[in-house]
């Protein structure tokens, strides 16, 4: 049985594709503007990559900000819903996720597949991918390389703005200052890191952890959490693709 999860985010586009059950090939893409556009390239992408024509598919589900857009879905589940299923297939005894995305960031108490609880930032571009974007451009820097520039910070600057605008311009005034790159770089990363921290505390996330979502392959934020935190977090191998695993998986029940 071929299924397929689609996880319709609103920076990325997320593909998985199951074979009784076993994963069989993935593939991510940018969303953009136009979210339907998006999928049908990420799917047709990974359909390519194994071979397959959209009729091998027997079912599709779908989830995410986009997923009412997917119009070749057989059903819908909820990002929420999603991630705890697609961690608990990688990370079978995961207590709690963290998932940190372009444009918001959730954490999640687990057991065994189940959420207990659950706290989510929509609202607001802090403590999400979006701020990590705008304040590497400030920073004239790669997004790829803001961790590792915070990494090497010995002296992190208090960066006070919460807001994504201001804390843009906050920056250009650090760099007029002469503060470093990699302290302001480690100072951005910790008030990503407080401001999820906050949401973990407030749903009791402890035990084991899982990382998930784009920014969980920034090192710099995932040092910086688990300092906050007290606890060490798993990051799986493409931490990316939960949301599209937990879908697929979906498609089995």
């Known amino acids: 049985m071929i299924v397929a999860g689609i996880d319709a985010g609103a920076a990325t586009t997320k593909v998985v594709i199951l074979s009784d059950g076993d994963l069989l090939a993935y593939r991510i893409g940018p969303t953009g503007f136009d979210f339907k556009k998006a999928i049908r390239s990420v799917l047709d992408?990974?359909?390519?990559?194994?071979?397959?024509?959209?009729?091998?598919?027997?079912?599709?589900?779908?989830?995410?900000?986009?997923?009412?857009?997917?119009?070749?879905?057989?059903?819908?589940?909820?990002?929420?819903?999603?991630?705890?299923?697609?961690?608990?297939?990688?990370?079978?005894?995961?207590?709690g996720i963290i998932d940190i995305g372009g444009q918001d960031s959730k954490v999640i108490q687990v057991k065994a597949g189940k959420v207990l609880d659950f706290l989510m930032n929509d609202?607001?571009?802090?403590?999400?991918?979006?701020?990590?974007?705008?304040?590497?451009?400030?920073?004239?820097?790669?997004?790829?390389d803001l961790g590792?520039?915070?990494?090497?910070?010995?002296?992190?600057?208090?960066?006070?703005?919460?807001?994504?605008?201001?804390?843009?311009?906050?920056?250009?005034?650090?760099?007029?200052?002469?503060?470093?790159?990699?302290?302001?770089?480690?100072?951005l990363i910790q008030g990503i890191a407080e401001r999820v921290a906050v949401m973990a505390r407030q749903v009791h996330l402890s035990g084991r952890v899982v990382f998930v979502g784009g920014v969980a392959k920034n090192s710099g934020v995932k040092a910086a959490l688990e300092k906050e935190?007290?606890?060490?977090?798993?990051v799986p191998p493409e931490p990316q693709i939960t949301g599209a695993l937990g879908?697929?998986?979906a498609c089995t029940e």
């Open 229 to 234: 935190l007290g606890l060490e977090l798993v």
């Open 148 to 187: 590792e520039l915070a990494r090497a910070s010995t002296t992190p600057v208090a960066i006070s703005s919460t807001c994504t605008v201001f804390a843009e311009s906050e920056v250009i005034s650090l760099r007029a200052q002469g503060c470093s790159r990699e302290d302001i770089a480690a100072g």
């Open 123 to 144: 609202r607001c571009a802090a403590g999400t991918g979006k701020f990590l974007e705008y304040t590497a451009r400030a920073l004239e820097v790669q997004l790829g």
């Open 247 to 249: 879908a697929a998986l």
């Open 45 to 95: 992408g990974v359909l390519a990559d194994v071979n397959l024509q959209d009729e091998a598919v027997e079912r599709i589900c779908a989830t995410g900000y986009g997923r009412k857009t997917v119009a070749c879905a057989d059903r819908t589940v909820s990002e929420i819903t999603a991630h705890a299923r697609g961690v608990a297939a990688l990370v079978p005894d995961a207590d």
